[in-house]
């Protein structure tokens, strides 16, 4: 099946911890993103790739790391850095960079306990 | 920048009531719309989308036009289930160009729920 793959789907930390979130797509997309979501706050952009071995900072990357060695995937790490990384987090590609429209994984729900 | 303003929520509606779920915009450009749906625990799924002004969108039995006039893609649906309950979220993204980078932008989203 074609699609967009995150896991784990629920993710704990401990305090100091650092973890990694997988995110990987056999749509043959050129571009991936990284979403974080809050409740009643929306969607905040974490990260976006447009190619492999390029990545770019979106709104909040503070605290976050993220690699794009392969076409198919577009791991996210959260840092100790990161004060308050309780979130949804979601995996997005698209066609192509640009007005198409994209696509989402089912999630990863992180909680620092 | 760019922003997208939906209408406060929760809406709660009664099975097969008409739904208005009102969405306007700012952008320096002429973005793409979308709306996109989240079921509870899960990603978001794209529900309609128009790429340009009078454009009209429809998938489910949900509409929304492209209106450049108002800065406005209000979604809008004649008979809602119960099944349509969820969170909606409206979305643009700049055409890339210049110093744009096609960036993809949300409203806050509302939650819709639907009573039989």
């Known amino acids: 099946d074609g699609g967009i793959t995150q896991s784990p789907k629920y993710l704990f930390r401990k305090e100091g911890q650092n973890v990694t979130l997988s995110c990987e797509q056999n749509l043959n997309h050129d571009a991936m993103y990284w979403y974080r979501q809050d409740p009643g706050q929306g969607l905040r952009l974490i990260y976006y790739s447009q190619i492999v071995n390029d990545f770019q900072k979106g709104d909040i990357a503070e605290g976050y790391s993220v690699s794009r060695e392969k076409k198919e995937s577009f791991p996210l790490t959260v840092t100790s850095a990161q004060k308050n990384p309780t979130a949804f987090y979601l995996c997005?590609?698209?066609?192509?960079?640009?007005?198409?429209?994209?696509?989402f994984g089912q999630g990863t729900r992180l909680t620092v306990v | 920048g760019d922003s997208v303003t939906q209408m406060e929520g929760p809406v709660t509606l009664s099975e097969e009531a008409f739904l208005t779920i009102n969405c306007t915009y700012t952008?320096?450009?002429?973005?793409?719309l979308f709306w996109y749906v989240q079921y509870p625990g899960e990603g978001l799924q794209l529900l309609l989308k128009?790429?340009?002004?009078?454009d009209k969108g429809s998938n489910k039995g949900f509409e929304a036009t492209y209106r450049k006039e108002t800065t406005s893609f209000h979604l809008e649906k004649g008979s809602v289930q119960v099944s349509d309950s969820a969170v909606y979220f409206c979305a643009l993204s700049e055409v890339p160009g210049g110093t744009s980078y096609g960036k993809l932008t949300f409203g806050q989203g509302t939650i819709l729920t639907v009573h039989p």
């Open positions: 997005a590609t698209r066609l192509e960079f640009g007005v198409t429209e994209a696509f």
């Open positions: 128009a790429t340009k002004a009078d």
């Open positions: 952008a320096t450009g002429y973005p793409s």
